[in-house]
């Protein structure tokens, strides 16, 4: 059988720089672990703006189409800002993602041991947490018609629209049951059914899909408001939260906050299933391409390295492999290794880019 196929766009600033470390552990795996991909490399972003004119061409399009996983770092910078928006390198991301469909976007939000004292929260709260929030990511309220801001009398006013068919609930609720079929087998569902219709459908629906096809996962149902509560009070609570793209994108942002650092977290977006069963897959840091520190070395390759750890988990079904390079970067953060972003306020040397790479390396060898 072929190998398994993966698409690396490293994009713009320090994407490459990131995504550079990410490849000595692919090439670890393939070395150490016998686990090979077919990998091939393309430009995204800014930087193949300034190769073809696009941030995306169609050839590339096409490929993020064939292949198992595409594997991205981060698109933009400064260079770019004058750029006319039809061809700003963040429209070659909202092409794949759109052209793609990738309704169901993942956010986890893990807390590493030794990070805890980074959290604005109490270590015994987020110690050891380990989240993921599912935010459905093509509709809802900012894509709702009618939209737009109309006169009314002598006054204007601004409307948006929240509206969610049955397919759309029902196709990110079965991305979460099957993602907590690889984890802890629990999923929370949030809404505001108490004064939403379009929640009173998804509450009626992620339940329908629930009863249908995964009686086997534990389901609940909170309000939204109430989630956020619950979130910063005692987020170990939850294992899998599926939510819609408004209250996601606040949810999600929020509960990554709780585990520190930007430069640690990972996200993967997922569409619908191809037809080798495994989703169609986009994967890549939440961080964007960080023009203050690119080109110094400087960068954090935690979150694009922890984002390839996602794709062996949720395309490649190799859960295994993935906990071994979480455990990796456990073990070196535990060992005190870090990049400059994860320095406290007792100071301390910081590593580069390359360095903290190396010593994830080094511990996947330990792993053995
Ligand atoms: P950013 O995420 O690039 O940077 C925000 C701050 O976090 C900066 O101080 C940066 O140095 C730091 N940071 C980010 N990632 C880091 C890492 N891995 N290690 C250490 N420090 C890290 O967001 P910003 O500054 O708002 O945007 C910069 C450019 O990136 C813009 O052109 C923006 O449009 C683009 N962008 C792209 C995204 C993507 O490709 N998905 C997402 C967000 C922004
Ligand atoms: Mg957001």
């Given at each position: 059988m072929a190998n398994p196929s993966l698409l690396i766009l490293a994009g713009d600033g320090i994407g490459p720089e990131v995504m550079a470390e990410v490849k000595k552990i692919i090439g670890w795996m393939g070395a150490r672990r016998g686990v090979q991909f077919d990998v091939s490399e393309d430009l995204v972003g800014g930087a193949a703006y300034d190769a073809h004119g696009t941030p995306l061409t169609d050839a590339t399009m096409a490929r993020a189409q064939e292949v198992d996983a595409v594997l991205l770092g981060a698109v933009g910078g400064p260079k770019y800002d004058k750029l006319d928006f039809s061809v700003k390198p963040e429209r070659g991301l909202l092409r794949l993602r759109k052209e793609m469909d990738l309704y169901s976007n993942l956010r986890p939000a893990q807390c590493f041991d030794a990070l805890a004292d980074f959290s604005s929260l109490k270590r015994e709260v987020v110690a050891g947490l380990d989240i993921v929030i599912v935010r459905e990511l093509t509709s809802g309220v900012y894509f709702g018609e009618p939209r737009g801001i109309f006169r009314e009398g002598n006054e204007r006013v601004g409307i948006n629209t929240q509206r969610y068919t049955e397919s759309e609930i029902a196709r990110v609720a079965k991305s979460a049951f099957e993602l907590a079929r690889k984890r802890s087998n629990k999923v929370c569902s949030m809404e505001k059914a108490n004064v939403m219709e379009s929640g009173i459908l998804w509450r009626e629906v992620v339940q329908e899909v629930h009863d249908r096809d995964y009686p086997d996962v534990e389901l609940s149902h909170m309000y939204a408001d109430a989630g956020a509560m619950q979130l910063c009070r005692w987020p170990k609570q939850f294992d899998v939260i599926v939510t819609d793209n408004l209250f996601g994108d606040l949810l999600s942002d929020a509960a990554a906050m709780l585990t520190g650092s930007l430069g640690m977290l990972p996200s993967a977006s997922l569409g619908a299933p191809m037809a080798n069963g495994r989703p169609k897959a986009l994967y890549e840091p939440?961080?964007?391409?960080a023009p203050d520190i690119a080109g110094q070395g400087k960068a954090n390759p935690i979150a694009c390295i922890l984002s390839f750890a996602m794709a062996l988990r949720y395309s490649f079904d190799l859960g295994a492999e993935a906990t071994r390079v979480e455990k990796a970067v456990e073990k070196v953060l535990a060992d005190g290794v870090r990049t400059a972003d994860l320095m406290g306020p007792e100071g301390g040397t910081p590593v580069s880019t390359a360095q903290m790479g190396d010593a994830i390396v080094a511990a996947l060898d330990a792993s053995l």
């Open positions: 939440v961080h964007g391409s």
